[in-house]
């Protein structure tokens, strides 16, 4: 009698244990909401990751958050459907993708799978992304000489990033304005998805 309840137990179990494994496997992807008026260098949001590879992905309005672009101008005026050249001093206006990523903890990073060269500062116009190591700073941010005419076109030319934590730590995210950021709008979705374990 004792035998077929401990095999129903047993297979309540691993059923259990089925049912559970795609909860766990959503559990790893963390979505980061990003306002541009709040959420700068000085006041990232932030998430405490384990050692291992991670997956950055600009997202969309279906993972619950109404920005997917953001500006450090209050108003657009590129037209262009894929987006409109960034030019110093500026000649159009328009919608960012850009983003920014903070650890003491990052090891090798990578945009769309090409390795991102290190430099010891950062780019004064910030037209292409980069990675910044010095001796108190490691940070990347994901950016291009583009500014877009919308928010659907802006997400649609977003780049992904992968980043290695060589440790358990900290990880900051942010979006970048060097100037005032009061006249700036939008936000961004980050989704951060763990792709390898540090063994």
């Known amino acids: 009698m004792t035998t077929p309840k401990l095999s129903k137990t047993l297979l309540s179990g ?6 559970l494994q795609p909860t766990l496997a959503a559990a ?3 979505i980061v909401k990003l306002d541009a008026k709040v959420n700068t260098q000085k006041n990232p949001g932030m998430l405490y990751l384990r050692a291992g590879t991670y997956q950055v992905t600009p ?5 619950g958050d109404n920005k997917t672009a953001w500006s450090v101008w209050g108003h657009t005026t590129c037209k262009q459907a894929h987006g ?3 030019t110093v001093p500026t000649k159009f206006t328009g919608l ?11 090891g090798a990073v990578s945009i769309n799978n090409k390795p991102l060269a290190e430099v010891a500062e950062t780019p004064k116009y910030r037209m292409h992304s980069y990675y910044l190591v010095d001796g108190t700073t490691r940070a990347y941010e994901v950016t291009q000489p583009t500014v877009y005419a919308n928010e659907a076109s802006a997400l649609a030319g977003a ?4 980043f290695i934590m060589k440790q358990n730590g900290r990880v900051k995210f942010a979006l970048l304005d060097n100037s005032r950021t009061t006249d700036n709008r939008g936000g961004m979705s980050l989704k951060v998805t763990k792709i390898e374990s540090t063994q």
Not at 14 to 19: I, N, Q
Not at 59 to 63: A, M, P, S, T, Y
């Open 14 to 19: 691993l059923l259990g244990l089925a049912l």
């Open 28 to 30: 790893e992807d963390q």
């Open 59 to 63: 997202v969309g309005r279906h993972h």
């Open 84 to 86: 409109c050249t960034r």
């Open 96 to 106: 960012h993708n850009n983003y920014y990523v903070m650890s003491d903890q990052l």
């Open 159 to 162: 780049q992904s990033s992968t």
